[in-house]
Structures are given as structure tokens and as C-alpha cells.
């Protein structure tokens, strides 16, 4: 992909909080939790961007509805690249785990079921998948650092797309409750972040 290979999560979690300060009310703005972010995203910026995380073009929004199978080639293609841009390969693998939790073809797209999440063992095998698509020999312990800084960067997506929620509630007229869809991903931040992040 021809363009710079700077890691762009941390400056968009900046730009949509500010838009979803911008639009929402004081009382959704004190019920998410807004104040608080500038914060949790400067200490998660520092936190995640110790390790030497591998970067690489990220889809950012890979969920089942933009993977299409063609049955007659046996192919995938993937489609809807809006959001896409240069991050820590971690943080795609955290947002196709978190996106696990999705089902958007049901009377209530905006509820999340948590007990969809993948295990560690379903967790491990889907990247070493991944990382053994080029052929060479994948360690456990590769594997290993994958799989946990995924999980730490669950809680970056959690905000993005939280504050996603929020941001599309106010501009968008699809049908879908935004702001129950935003609130669930704070909520698992918040529940998250102790076990995951060493303060």
C-alpha cells in the first residue's frame, strides 16, 4: 500500500472523541464517560506502544459482513475498507474477536453477547493461522505475544468503536441503536481494563 506506514488508531481515537464531545448532550457526555477518555487514550497509547507490536495494513472493521465467499471459487473477498489504515496487526486481530460478539442480522443488531467471544485456544489457532500463511516455522511463544496483545488492544477498539456509536447516533438515521451499541462498548472497556492493563 503506498502511503505512510505511521500507525493511525491513536490520532483518529483523538479526532472522534472531539467529534462526539462536540455533538452529544451533557448528560451523554458525562454518562460515557467522555472527560475520562483523553486520558484513557494517552495511557493506552503509552501502554500498548511499549512492546515492538508488528504494523501492517489493517482492515479495522473485519467482521462477517464484509467477508464475502464466493462457494463455486472458494474465495473470499473483502469489501468495505472505510476505515482502514496503517495500525499494530493486534488491533485488527482485537477488533475480529470483539466483532464475535455481533450478530446484525437479529431483531436487536446493537446487543453484543460477550459469551461468543473466542476462547484462547480458538484465539491462538486463528493466528497461528495467520501467521503461518508465509510459510515459515510459527513458535508458541509468537503466537503467545500475538494473541495477548490482541487482547490488550480489545480495549483501544472498544473505544473506537464506542465512540463510533456515539458519533453515528447523532448523524446517522439507520435504523439502529447507536447509543445502547456505544454504551455496551464502554462498558467493556471499563470492565476489561483492569485485567488486561498493569497500572
Known sequence: MPCPKNVVLWDRL???LGKAKGLCSPEDRKEFKLDDCEKEIAMLEE???RNSSMIGFCHNDLQYGNMMFDERTRSITIIDYEYSSYNPIAYDFANHFCEMAADYHTET????DYSKYPGPEERHRFIHSYLSSTGHQVSNSEVKQLADDAERYTL????FWGLWGIISGYVNSIEFD???YAAQR???YWLRKS???SS
Open 47 to 49: 501502554e500498548l506502544s
Open 14 to 16: 483523538r479526532d472522534w
Open 178 to 180: 447507536y447509543k445502547e
Open 195 to 197: 485485567d488486561l492493563i
Open 186 to 188: 464502554f462498558n467493556q
Open 109 to 112: 443488531p446493537h446487543v453484543l
Open 156 to 159: 483501544p477498539n472498544h473505544l
